[in-house]
């Protein structure tokens, strides 16, 4: 049964805040869409297994996740992830600033390293790079387009192209962030009083220069584009506001 949950990207921990590593490993399954929606958790045993902690612990994590709507239980059937995990109910304000500052460092640390990973990309990039970029991109606009959790293609497009760089040192720091962008799509619902289509369709094309800068081998292109990317995602994260 482990092997199989590890297969859905669900990886144990041990820790310390175990219920907060339970819900943030459960978390991430689903934004990233290892976890589909409609799909069954497993039961309290079997994910206490998984896990090496208390059912206690893991029935903390779930009703976390229940409070945000991102999993609804069905009696006598067990907990599901939600049809639409979207709606998520708000966040108290002081958890939503912890949340905002660490996302803003993590958005420091891509700037430093992200640029970068496009230039060596631009330079060593071969044909299989260039194909998974594309259906990163193609992914994200189709899941856009239907209204569904796209964060796994968004990462995907940045991971492919820290692949790209040839530089597996490279590619280890970015995997260390992947958190952080989960947990920035979890805020932006929290907080946001936004126009989700624009703010999509804006990464999006941001995303596509730099594919086109990656392909055309422009190194200090890509390398400046995709420092504009990232601080055009600070911007939008800074421009959020809370609802009203």
Known sequence: MAHALTDLGVEPVRHERFAERVYDSLF??????????????????????????????????????RGDRLVESRRGSGTYVTA????????????????????????????????????????????????????????FEAAAQRGDVAHHFDYGFHEAVAQASANPRLAQVLKTLEYDVSHAVNLWRHLAHMKPWRRTQDALDEHRAIFDLIKAQDGEGARRAMRGHIENARVRMLELEPRI
Do not use: N
């Open 28 to 65: 991430h399954s689903i934004m990233t869409g290892k976890l589909a929606p409609e799909a069954r958790l497993p039961s309290e045993l079997e994910l206490a297994a998984l896990f090496d902690v208390s059912r206690p612990v893991v029935r903390q994590a779930l009703d976390r996740l």
């Open 84 to 139: 639409t995990p979207g709606a998520l109910a708000a966040a108290p304000p002081e958890r939503s600033a912890a949340d905002m500052s660490h996302i803003l460092y993590g958005l420091e640390l891509r700037l430093v390293v992200e640029p970068e990973c496009a230039y060596f990309a631009a330079l060593r990039r071969k044909p299989h790079d260039l194909e998974r970029m594309a259906a990163m991109l193609d992914g």
